[in-house]
């Protein structure tokens, strides 16, 4: 699988980041990763959003194309959350991968033939490309699932195992 040029961050996955003190790291992989600006605006602290932005992140809105398909998805898709179905939209538009965790919003994006990728692929990166070592991957991992992240259990406790060794 070839690695996206970019990406666009969903309310979860931004969240988890966030959580984990990840955004400089993950602004060192080749990926161009962006937060659309309703995400950003609504669902985060200015300060946290800043320091997205001063690692590199993008914080972008959205074109009028982007908030016309954004409508259309609002009406197609009713449980994913307005703010993740305008991520799906600014990934469609602009053909970029879309990273979530929210199960509605990725069988959205699926429907939409939107590629998806999810935080723990986003970790799996930073261990596999050495960006971050094994161990810190661990306990970003654990502090997303302090802060409350919903990732899969199973997955999240094989990585944890061969993290910590």
């Given at each position: 699988m070839t690695t996206p040029h970019l990406c666009v961050l969903?309310?979860?996955?931004?969240?988890?980041v966030q959580a984990a003190g990840l955004w400089v790291a993950v602004s060192r992989l080749d990926i161009v990763f962006v937060i659309p600006q309703v995400v950003a605006v609504t669902e985060f602290r200015a300060d946290d959003i800043l320091a997205a932005q001063d690692a590199g992140i993008l914080v972008d809105s959205l074109s009028d194309d982007e908030e016309l398909c954004t409508a259309a998805l609002v009406t197609t898709y009713r449980?994913?959350?307005?703010?993740?179905?305008?991520?799906l939209a600014l990934a469609k538009a602009r053909g970029a991968t879309l990273l979530t965790g929210d199960g509605p919003l990725r069988d959205a994006a699926i429907a939409e033939s939107v590629p998806i990728h999810g935080v723990l692929w986003v970790l799996d990166q930073l261990?596999?490309?050495?960006i971050v070592a094994p161990s810190r991957a661990a306990g970003a991992l654990q502090s997303?699932?302090?802060?409350?992240?919903?990732?899969?259990?199973?997955?999240?406790?094989?990585?944890?195992?061969?993290?910590?060794?």
């Amino acid at each position: 699988m070839t690695t996206p040029h970019l990406c666009v961050l969903d309310t979860c996955v931004a969240s988890d980041v966030q959580a984990a003190g990840l955004w400089v790291a993950v602004s060192r992989l080749d990926i161009v990763f962006v937060i659309p600006q309703v995400v950003a605006v609504t669902e985060f602290r200015a300060d946290d959003i800043l320091a997205a932005q001063d690692a590199g992140i993008l914080v972008d809105s959205l074109s009028d194309d982007e908030e016309l398909c954004t409508a259309a998805l609002v009406t197609t898709y009713r449980r994913p959350s307005s703010n993740d179905l305008a991520a799906l939209a600014l990934a469609k538009a602009r053909g970029a991968t879309l990273l979530t965790g929210d199960g509605p919003l990725r069988d959205a994006a699926i429907a939409e033939s939107v590629p998806i990728h999810g935080v723990l692929w986003v970790l799996d990166q930073l261990v596999e490309l050495a960006i971050v070592a094994p161990s810190r991957a661990a306990g970003a991992l654990q502090s997303m699932l302090d802060d409350g992240s919903r990732l899969p259990s199973g997955e999240c406790r094989r990585r944890l195992r061969s993290w910590r060794t």
